[in-house]
């Protein structure tokens, strides 16, 4: 039986989520920062939620990093 919890989002939701632009969102799965997939017959990509997590968890960690060494930029 199929779960009913959502596993991957479309890469328009992380937009949404990110608050950032298509191009942005491509970037970061370009770089290999975000990991995502590609499914169907048309390349869609597809991000699973832990991954989206998982890099905003990163994006934390290197916020408070640049945080603690005064690195801040605007």
């Known amino acids: 039986m199929a779960s ?4 991957f989002i479309p890469l328009e939701h992380v937009q949404e989520i990110l608050s950032i632009s298509r191009s ?3 970037a970061l799965v370009r770089s290999g920062d975000l990991r995502a997939i590609q499914v169907g017959g048309r390349g869609q990509w597809r991000v699973e939620l832990t991954e989206l ?3 905003i968890e990163r ?3 290197a916020a408070a990093k640049a945080i603690s060494n005064d690195t801040v930029t605007d």
């Open 24 to 26: 942005q969102a491509y």
């Open 4 to 7: 009913s919890r959502v596993r």
């Open 59 to 61: 994006a934390y960690q």
């Open 53 to 55: 997590e998982a890099y």
